[in-house]
């Protein structure tokens, strides 16, 4: 099993449209969960952290579930530059190693 | 917002030749990662180097790679005799001061070997 599974899309959307995808996690033990965005030929880049509570930011929801353990991220109000590759990212427990997802695939269009 | 340099931003090599890749971390960190990702997968783990040391490596980085430290605030990932399946973007990453806070990444070099 991977470590990480995510739902590779691509999703393709309108403006405005709100979009949702998941990520799975084989380690149990792992610590922390981020979703990362990456654009063509680019490098990862911090969209969030995933907190086990569920977060919010501006159009952004990630929920965890640790139970079943998977991420989600939800998109609301989808803009045109929301485009990217979006990468579920995990902790390796005892360390600060990542361990990445293949990415979801997100395209918005006018 | 602090930032990881890596330099070149795109390197052409030989098949057979050395490359040096070059990064410099955000400053006092004491970890340090480098991670590779070819084209069309998935970002992978390389090595991580923790005081002047390696603390981990992945299958990935085999006798051909080394990483050094070689002054105060430069880190180098060497590959002694390129392959073509070492085509790649290769990055660098700094852990953050709190875990929840996320990684920062280097812009990347991409190396393709012909």
């Known amino acids: 099993r991977k470590e990480v599974e995510q739902d590779p899309g691509p999703f393709n959307v309108p403006e405005g449209a709100t979009v949702a995808f998941n990520c799975t996690y084989s380690n149990s033990a792992s610590q922390s969960f981020f979703w990362y965005r990456q654009d063509c030929r680019k490098e990862p880049k911090l969209l969030m952290s995933v907190y086990s509570s569920g977060n919010e930011d501006g159009r952004f929801t990630a929920q965890l579930n640790r139970a079943s353990q998977y991420i989600s991220l939800l998109i609301r109000d989808s803009k045109l530059s929301d485009s990217a590759t979006y990468l579920c990212v995990v902790n390796t427990p005892n360390d600060y190693k990542l361990s990445f997802g293949a990415g979801t695939t997100v395209t918005v269009r006018a | 917002e602090p930032e990881v340099t890596q330099t070149p931003s795109h390197q052409v090599t030989q098949m057979g030749q050395e490359v040096i890749l070059r990064c410099v971390p955000i400053s006092n960190h004491l970890y340090f990662y480098w991670y590779r990702q070819i084209l069309g997968q998935k970002v992978e783990f390389l090595v991580s180097?923790?005081?002047?040391?390696?603390?981990?490596k992945s299958e990935i980085f085999d006798d051909q790679f080394s990483v050094e430290r070689p002054d105060g605030s430069n880190f180098t990932l060497k590959i002694r005799s390129t392959k073509l399946e070492d085509s790649a973007m290769y990055f660098c990453a700094s852990p953050p001061d709190r875990l929840p806070d996320g990684y920062t990444f280097g812009s990347g070099t991409r190396l393709t070997v012909v």
């Open positions: 180097f923790y005081n002047n040391e390696i603390s981990e």
